[in-house]
């Protein structure tokens, strides 16, 4: 039996990245060779016979790790459309091996509300991110990935949300990734199936593999907004070293409910250094350091910027944070 990637002639080999799942051992179809020498005595000759080549090929393990990416649950609005959910696909494997994914939505328990899946897409252009007209659109069967030994791609699976949400509900959607040679209790072989014709056996993760993402409903909207202004030695707007650059950090919140405890972050960037005593919220000044006031510049976190807001809601007028950097 030829595995079934090399009879879909659609499939495709997607970009591999290092996982962090290692792969099992010696490469499936590697062969380990191994001759017995006997040296013994003829009259006053000593001489040696080898034995045959015994000669042993590297079955393919099938495992699997599927693992979601995003750091933490994904901040939604009722009534949202296509919003992704972002997974890896590692083969944990010893051989090259092609996979059938599935996303599941519905009825899956733990959680508040169904989402309400679309479609899968390959990342295409690894940003973990859906763009449309750029990522790949999943189709079983057809686009099938094929995944090297150690390798991985990324998945995003988007669903819409729901209307009639509240604050705090969590929506969970399950991708599964499962091994087109084989998949069942481990140690099962499928004989032939594996690379180069050898056996494959079923490993540790039985060839499949499914995880959890998670939404979070949030009926407040945070919008966030970064500018800067230069103004170089020469009284211009050139980035030239010395220029002195400010930037302007503007958060707005729209809709119902609270953002709390609201904390902005922000790193002085490489190249810059920041030009002590310029802190200011909403025109007042801030200190520096580790303080009453609402923020410091590398006291919490060094060489980064933090500002407590608190709890913010629609009523709550603009925030404004500035700092200055000089380019060096």
Same mark, same amino acid.
């Given at each position: ?5 090399? +009879?879909?002639? !659609? ?15 010696? $490469? ?19 001489? %040696? ?36 959910? @972002? ?33 899968? @897409? ?5 940003? =973990? ?21 150690? =390798? ?12 009639? +949400? ?21 140690? *099962? ?8 014709? *050898? ?10 593999? !499914?995880?959890?993402?998670? @939404?979070?409903?949030?009926?407040v909207v945070v919008t966030i907004t970064k500018t800067s202004s230069i103004l170089d030695p020469f009284s211009g707007n050139? $980035? ?31 190249? *810059? ?8 919220? #909403?025109? #007042?000044? +801030? ?14 976190? $060094? ?12 009523? %709550?007028?603009?925030? #404004? ?8």
């Amino acid at each position: 039996m030829q595995k079934s990637r090399i +009879l879909i002639a !659609a499939a495709i080999i997607l970009a591999v990245f290092a996982g962090q799942a290692m792969a099992i051992g010696t $490469p499936a179809g590697t062969p380990i060779n191994n001759v017995a020498t006997a040296t013994f005595e003829v009259g006053t000759q000593t001489v %040696s016979q080898n034995s045959n080549v015994s000669t042993i090929i590297v079955a393919e393990i099938l495992n699997v790790t599927v693992t979601w990416q995003d750091a933490a649950n994904v901040v939604v609005q009722p009534g949202d459309a296509n919003k992704a959910l @972002y997974f890896t696909v590692t083969n944990t494997g010893n051989g090259s091996d092609s996979y059938t994914l599935a996303g599941l939505s519905a009825g899956i328990g733990g959680d508040n509300f169904d989402p309400s899946l679309l479609d899968l @897409y390959f990342d295409t252009n690894g940003n =973990g991110a859906y763009n449309a007209g750029v990522d790949t659109q999943y189709i079983p069967g057809v686009n099938d990935p094929v995944i090297a030994a150690n =390798g991985s791609i990324r998945i995003l699976v988007l669903n819409n949300i729901p209307l009639g +949400l509240a604050d705090g509900n969590l929506g969970n959607t399950r991708l599964t990734a499962a091994s087109k040679t084989g998949t069942g209790a481990p140690g *099962t072989v499928v004989a032939g199936a594996g690379e180069g014709g *050898t056996d494959a056996v079923v490993g540790s993760t039985g060839g499949d593999d !499914a995880k959890l993402g998670t @939404y979070v409903v949030s009926n407040v909207v945070v919008t966030i907004t970064k500018t800067s202004s230069i103004l170089d030695p020469f009284s211009g707007n050139q $980035p030239v070293p010395g220029a002195v650059v400010t930037y302007t950090i503007s958060v707005v919140v729209a809709g119902s409910g609270t953002a709390a405890n609201m904390k902005i972050t922000d790193s002085i960037p490489a190249g *810059t250094s920041y030009n002590a005593g310029t802190l200011t919220l #909403n025109v #007042n000044p +801030l200190t520096d350091g580790n303080d009453a006031d609402a923020g410091d510049v590398g006291a919490t976190t $060094p060489g980064v910027v933090t500002v407590e807001l608190g709890n913010l809601t629609s009523a %709550s007028p603009q925030q #404004n944070i500035t700092f200055k950097v000089t380019l060096q």
